[in-house]
């Protein structure tokens, strides 16, 4: 019977095939085995890094002695330094540039780098990491208003370097009062009439980190060199002396005035009234005479003064021309007086 069976069974299979094509189903006899370890190693785990900013751990604006000169003035024609303790938890290789941006505030928070151009009223020190060899250079001013000094670099560790960047303000760096109460805030600028400067760190993958703070400079003003103006003439004439020049130096707004005595005759015996000499130059585009009791202004005034000089590390004024009406009667002879140069500088 079970013959039977089987022998319908597969007649059944064969028509279907032929019928209908191979079946939907495949029947397999057999057991699966015993399995007690099996490995798969095609899987991945990804663990993506990303460029991480830097962290500004401490700065400091020092003297030549290492004091700090933050939120202090400092003065012109000595060295001075911005330091800077960074880590960059990637690499330091990942520190692309430290920038530092410095400006008169012009009594203004919300001022910034270079709104006001000029040499003597911004700087711009930046140390440059992107090809593998650090290096410092100088931005801003390009006029000698800044000198540009030397770059110590000192590695803590991989990730962990400290920066010392060296810079000389020269004469007419701004003077900066600072508003007459320095705050110690660090991180903070918060006095007015003070220099502000900005710490910025660029990391690989334009990450940037930066701090903020400020400091002062002295007062500082010089005459360098006046000419000794001549001239000769007959009484009556209008002697006239070739053109002198003054230079100067003045960081903040200033004015400068010229003054004489009477003029002596070398010998004692004769007189030139100061009343009879007069000079032109400067701001003062006309020539007029000495009073006998003020100074004669070439730029400002006994309540004004002149713009300080943006730019270069001197005022140089070539065109102070004396002159001196000899009165009738005047005794042949050679008449001097000392000139008296006096510069003056704002103290806002």
Sequence with gaps: MEKKIVLIVAILLVISIISFGPPLIE?????????SEV???????????????AVINWYDL???????????QIDVNQSYCF?????CPNNWTEIEYINITAWYDNGNESSYYNQTAGGNLNLFLQYKNTTGTAEYNMLWPTGGEVIK?????????ESCHNITLWFTPKYQFRYAPGDGSWDSTKNATNDLRSWNFKIEVVT??????????????????SIISVGNPMMAGLPGENATADPITIVHRANANYSLSIDIDDLQETNGYDVIPETAVGLKGGDKTSASNFDGVNPIYIYGSSSTYHDHDVNGIEHTTSDVIFHCNIPYGTLAGTYETNVYYHLVLDSS
């Design 27 to 35: 029947i397999v006899f057999g057991d699966i085995g015993n399995v």
């Design 39 to 53: 490995w798969h190693n095609t899987s991945t785990l990804t663990v993506e890094v990303y460029h991480a900013p």
């Design 62 to 72: 020092e003297n030549s002695t290492g004091v700090s000169q933050l939120n202090k």
């Design 83 to 87: 330091i800077i303790n960074i880590t």
């Design 149 to 157: 000094g030397s770059m110590e670099e000192q590695v803590i560790n």
């Design 204 to 221: 690989e993958g334009g990450n940037i980190t930066w701090v903020k703070d400020e400091f002062g400079v002295y007062h500082y003003c």
